[in-house]
């Protein structure tokens, strides 16, 4: 559907496959002996557009959840510090997760989810990408 849960569902699976399929590079990457970095960087919680929208759509009771979460936010400027870090930082290795260890605060260094690095998720995703493109893409 359309709904906003159904758009929200969608929104987190994108987010999930994004990190998927960084990892399944890095993986790829590492096996080629290759000096290419591949970092995956996540804002925390962030005051952008995406929150005014969502509300919007949701009704009240979204707009005062959103709201009342936005007040706990950093700006998006500061959400863009974790992209920051793993561009230009100069402790960033390949393979690595950065972003505020809680919802807000200062790039950091984070183990990944389990979820993230599950091997059988990590090779589904690169060959469904694939079929999407309709290429193989060999690193």
């Excluded at 999930?16 to 960084?22: D, E, G, I, P």
């Excluded at 590079?25 to 962030?46: C, F, R, T």
């Excluded at 972003?99 to 998720?121: H, I, N, V």
Aim: net charge negative; with cysteine; proline share 4%.
């Amino acid at each position: 559907g359309n709904d906003l849960t159904s758009r929200i569902t969608r929104y987190q699976q994108t987010k999930l496959s994004n990190c998927v399929f960084t990892f399944a590079l890095h993986d790829k990457l590492q096996a080629k002996n290759s000096k290419v970095k591949v970092l995956v960087a996540h804002p925390g919680l962030s005051a952008t557009n995406l929150q005014v929208t969502t509300a919007k759509e949701g009704g009240w009771l979204m707009d005062l959840l959103l709201g009342t979460m936005m007040l706990f936010s950093h700006s998006a400027e500061d959400g863009t510090m974790g992209i920051v870090k793993c561009m230009v930082g100069d402790d960033v290795n390949s393979g690595e997760l950065w972003g505020p260890g809680e919802w807000t605060g200062p790039a950091k260094k984070l183990p990944p989810e389990e979820l993230l690095t599950y091997e059988d998720s990590k090779t589904l995703l690169w060959e469904k990408s694939c079929e999407a493109i309709g290429e193989s893409f060999d690193v």
